[in-house]
């Protein structure tokens, strides 16, 4: 019972409790976890099914539509044996087959974006939180992704590292990324969505601009929700 249509160049927020299904959500998008019923499209191209054969998308297949899709994960996801100039280089190198100058070239441009340029050469390890995920947002980039999905980008950041983050989402957001965004972040869902939706339990039951949504709620458990979290 999920029907959502996310425009190109919208942010939506999708919030809810622990346990009410918004990260098993954001990895159906990408067929990271695989829908029992139901079809998504990115870009008017279904994923997991090949709709010639009507038979689910092999390996290389759904290779080729993940790369359309940029994934930031609550835990980061580095790859600790590489530097963070690699880190954002790997994707576009090995799955786009981009001559490496091309892709360092990108990388640098990507890690100045996020406000990493002094930090090429750096192993995640050396890290803070906060410039662990701004990597990972850069490696998301990289790939020149038509949607940006972002799982509690923020939920393992230390409360002085949040802000840094955010604000390079708020940039995107005000570049026209295409951004599906599940947080707990109240004032960003405010200040930057185009539109915020509810799960409970494994279903939308509300789905409004966050100017309706935050101060004329139609449903009473969204009403708790919001009371809680003031």
Known sequence: DIDL??????VVS????????KSTMLRCINWLEEPDRGSIHIAGQRIGINEQTRRKMTSKELATLRARTGMVFQG?????HLSVI????????YVKRMPKDQARAIAVELLEKVGLADKHEAYPYTLSGGQKQRVAIARALAMSPEVILFDEP????DPERVGEVLQVMKNLSSEGYTMIVVTHEMEFARAVSDQVVFLDKGRIIEKAPPSK??????????????????
């Open 154 to 157: 923020t939920s393992a950041l």
């Open 86 to 93: 690699q880190n954002v280089m790997e994707s576009p190198i």
């Open 14 to 21: 999708v919030l809810g409790s622990s346990g009410s299904g």
């Open 5 to 10: 249509v996310v425009n190109k160049g919208e």
């Open 213 to 230: 949504f935050f101060s004329n709620p139609d449903t009473e458990r969204v009403r708790k929700f919001l009371e809680i979290t003031a």
């Open 76 to 80: 980061f996801n580095l790859w600790p």
